[in-house]
């Protein structure tokens, strides 16, 4: 069964820029989590996606927007980037049915360095 | 709001002595917890979970965690260090019905020989 799979994985954006990951969850899988990783802040929510509707948000500039397709993959997309953008963005995958002791499968990331 | 706080973002122990990696809850109610570790250039696996039917966790690769409600910690340990423990960990916590994890800052640990 294959994994998470995040693309691209590497990414080199000038200020002002925009960019936009993909994420494709684990076979089966309907929910798909963003996260932000930076070094000390660990990792920030973002939002998270189940059957195509956002179902809760993190505390992010409205720059920071995500959607889902009906297979499930995601993409989130970030307009005007800022040098504090550069940052690991993680995509996590599960069944999402409400069961909040689900594990959550991650994707290796994608690094976005904005310079 | 529910949250997780890790103390020391730094661990280093010596190979074979006693890992403990520290993590206290915010929570009004039992909340779901997690361990989470993250090799380099990889993305997070999960160790183990507290789902309430039990307060000592085992994990995998020879980890543990007990559940205090008391202390509201979830405190991970493994008797032995091995030079394949260098990772970074983190605890997590899912609120009830809220759809969504959230990770504390992360410690990484540091295995000597």
């Known amino acids: 069964k294959a994994g998470v799979t995040q693309t691209p994985r590497y990414l080199i954006k000038t200020r002002g820029q925009q960019v936009t990951l993909s994420c494709s969850p684990i076979s089966g899988h309907r929910s798909v989590s963003w996260y932000q990783q930076t070094p000390g802040q660990g990792l920030q929510f973002l939002f998270e996606y189940f059957s195509e509707t956002q179902r809760n948000k993190g505390n992010f500039p409205g720059r920071f927007s995500g959607r889902q397709f009906s297979n499930s993959r995601s993409e989130m997309n970030v307009s005007t980037l800022e040098l504090g953008d550069s940052a690991l963005y993680l995509c996590a995958s599960s069944f999402g049915q409400g069961a909040t002791n689900e594990k959550l499968f991650f994707g290796s990331g994608t690094q976005l360095s904005v310079l | 709001a529910q949250s997780v706080t890790q103390l020391g973002s730094h661990v280093s122990v010596s190979e074979g002595a006693l890992v403990l990696l520290r993590c206290n809850y915010s929570?009004?109610?039992?909340?779901?917890l997690f361990w989470y570790v993250q090799y380099p250039n990889q993305g997070l696996q999960l160790l183990l979970k507290?789902?309430?039917?039990?307060?000592l966790v085992k994990g995998i690769n020879g980890f543990e965690a007990e559940f205090k409600k008391s202390e509201t910690s979830f405190h991970l340990t493994k008797p032995s260090a091995h030079m394949s423990d260098a990772a970074e960990y983190f605890c997590a916590v899912s609120p009830t019905g809220g759809f969504k994890t959230i990770f504390g800052a992360g410690t990484r640990l540091f295995v000597k020989a």
């Open positions: 507290y789902t309430s039917a039990a307060t």
């Open positions: 929570s009004s109610v039992p909340p779901y």
